[in-house]
């Protein structure tokens, strides 16, 4: 038997109901494998779980928890089923589930969501079993095929570096917009204009652009304004600069 341990970093997702339903279910599948190798090497197990003291439902239940933290407090539940409402609350900052086993099958599970990048979003993992190493691996495979069905490119805009490359952009684009202006064409002045506006936009974005985007009625909303303001403003540049090249060519002015 070995001990094995390892955290992972999850990329960037949509958080919603069915993802925590779907991560529960592969945990519930994991340790249920665990679960059966238990009884079967344990006489004393056996016993327990032939009389009804002991099966997988109960220990699951009392081992497997999900805690909601918002800017208020934090709420514990242990099943996704028993959370009643359509969508997580407007000021969630996190969502966590826990596997922790209260019998001698060592397999503890941390998985956390977080809305901030400086946290990540991660899976701890930490297991004493024969094949720690692999179990561990398969678990964390597992996983990260769940969360790539809610994949977002958040973890983009996110990025230091991107974000680096955005405030090059802006500075750039609003020195040559001020000093530059008498010698710009039109389409040029409207390029830069659009990217001195669309850089900037998309830095504020990481401000409600979480790197986790939870399913919440505000969330929601600054979905669908964030791409009617998205392509809005790319159609403005779009549009300018070719109503510009076009007008040369066929107006000569």
């Known amino acids: 038997m070995s001990k094995y341990s390892a955290s992972y970093r999850l990329k960037s997702c949509d958080v919603n109901k069915s993802l925590v339903k779907n991560i529960e279910k592969f945990v519930q599948l994991k340790t249920k494998e665990s679960f059966e190798h238990y009884l079967k090497n344990r006489e004393e197990s056996k016993l327990s779980f032939s009389e009804g003291k002991l099966t997988f439902e109960k220990w699951f239940k009392e081992s497997f928890s999900i805690s909601i933290k ?4 934090t709420e514990v539940i ?7 409402r359509e969508k997580f609350p407007d000021n969630i900052e996190s969502l966590g589930i826990s596997f922790h086993s209260y019998l001698s099958i060592p397999i503890n599970l941390e998985i956390e969501f ?4 400086y946290y990540k979003s991660k899976l701890n993992i930490s297991t004493s079993l024969v094949n720690s190493k692999e179990f561990t691996k398969t678990f964390f495979d597992g996983i990260r095929e769940v969360v790539e069905e809610r994949r977002n490119f958040n973890f983009i805009l996110h990025n230091r570096g991107i974000q680096s490359i955005l405030i090059a952009i802006s500075a750039f684009s609003l020195n040559v917009v001020i000093f530059l202006y008498p010698k710009l064409n039109e389409g040029q002045f409207y390029s830069f204009v659009g990217l001195l506006v669309l850089a900037p936009f998309l830095l504020l974005s990481t401000l409600f652009k979480t790197y986790a ?3 919440t009625k505000r969330n929601e909303s600054i979905k669908r304004f964030y791409v009617w303001f998205f392509y809005a403003l790319l159609a403005f540049v779009i549009f300018n600069v070719i109503f510009v090249l076009l007008r040369n060519k066929l107006l000569g002015f």
Do not use: L, R, V, W
């Open 70 to 73: 918002d800017k208020i407090g």
């Open 213 to 215: 985007f939870f399913d």
């Open 114 to 117: 977080s809305a901030e990048y």
């Open 78 to 84: 242990n099943s996704i089923d028993e959370y009643q």
